[in-house]
């Protein structure tokens, strides 16, 4: 249970990766943060070399989170080990990284093309192994022609493989048209199961990457009723896609459907995050969640998910009876 493969690709990648969201620290789309906050880059570099050392060897990130911070530290941090690891990113949001500000979105082919090579110097690398259009609205009718843009970035050896994040199944399955089509990225986690795209991944032979594992931090047990995140955080000042916060403040629904929960996932010594990465294991063979990582902390904390393994039938059984599915 160490590794998985990545769609059709063949590509072969730790179980669990690096959400490295976080890292790339403040900026700002639609008005409203988008980042997690302030960051420290030395600390992000010893969270990425720790996970290194316990086994992680995916690293999702995209160019504009903090308008390419994120991935100018994966270089620095990845440098003089590339080749240990799978590098995922991201295109399709147009920024100014003066102003630290997303001011659009092109999914053209001549904006893919020069998206992947910008992506390519921040990262300091010579390819990048999936490459994700990260517009999960993009219109079905561009479809076509990304998948071609893309195919051509197959052939010179800029990417290896691509695929869509996404949380519709049918955009899902007509990027899967294309050869090199590996994997959708998508909301998943314990308290937000998605059935259907996982049946689009089987049917089309897709990894399922999980964007927010953890519930945007909801399960990793620090937040209570009481909390209240800061407006630089992308939960504090809460866009209208964030589920789990409304206002900075935990969603009480989603709090309740957690405390019926807990004590199934916290069994065998498991933290509560480790619980929940374990429930994604056990969900399908074809899931490689992404938690957000930017501390050393974190990175031991999710990679002993790796060690207690997934969840067992008894225990998914008594998960769906709780929560009333």
Known sequence: MSSRTLGRSGIRVSSIGFGAWAIGGPFV??????????VDDDESVAAVHRA??????????????????????????????????VIATKFGNVFDPATRTVIGRDVSAAYIRQACR?????????????YQLHIGDAPLERVDD???????????????????S???????????????CAAVQHQLNVLNDAPEMLAACDAHDLASVNRGPLAMGLLSGKYGPDTRLPMDDVRGDSPPWMRYFADGR???????????????LTSGGRTLAQGALG??????????????????????QNAGALQHGPLDETQLRQIDELLGR
């Open 52 to 85: 290194l050392d316990l086994g992680v060897t995916f690293f999702d990130t995209a160019d504009v989170y903090g308008t390419g911070r994120s991935e100018r530290v994966l270089s620095r941090a990845l440098a003089g080990r590339r080749d240990e690891v």
């Open 279 to 300: 429930w994604l294991l056990a969900r399908s063979e074809r899931t490689v969640p992404i938690p957000g990582i930017r501390t050393v902390a974190q990175a031991e």
């Open 146 to 164: 990304m998948i071609a843009a893309l195919e051509d970035l197959v052939a010179e050896g800029l990417i290896r493989s691509y695929g869509w």
């Open 29 to 38: 789309s639609g008005g409203k943060p988008a980042g997690w906050g302030e």
């Open 166 to 180: 996404t949380d519709d199944p049918a955009r899902a399955a007509a990027f899967a048209r294309g050869p090199h």
């Open 250 to 264: 935990p969603a009480p629904e989603f709090l309740a459907k957690l405390d019926a929960i807990r004590d199934v």
């Open 118 to 130: 910008a992506s390519l110097e921040r990262l300091g690398t010579d390819r990048v192994d999936l």
